[in-house]
């Protein structure tokens, strides 16, 4: 299975995603695993994309500015 299938909450609880985009490098984390090592980005960073299989709700969403 992918790496981010194997960190995935068990069914009806929350995961907790945290992402950083800094020098167009991305590094994520689901509930605390990393998911998305150092990947190299080509382009703008002027967009975030989301893009589930299903259904999905949010909560406590925020994006800030990295100094």
């Known amino acids: 299975a992918p790496e981010w299938k194997r960190a995935l909450a068990p069914s009806g609880a929350w995961n907790r995603i945290e992402g950083t985009f800094r020098d167009q490098r991305l590094h994520v984390t689901l509930n605390g695993k990393p998911v998305i090592r150092d990947q190299k980005v080509e382009g ?12 999905v709700e949010l909560a406590n969403l925020f994006v800030r500015e990295l100094k």
């Open 44 to 55: 703008p960073a002027s967009s975030i994309t989301f893009t589930p299989d299903g259904p």
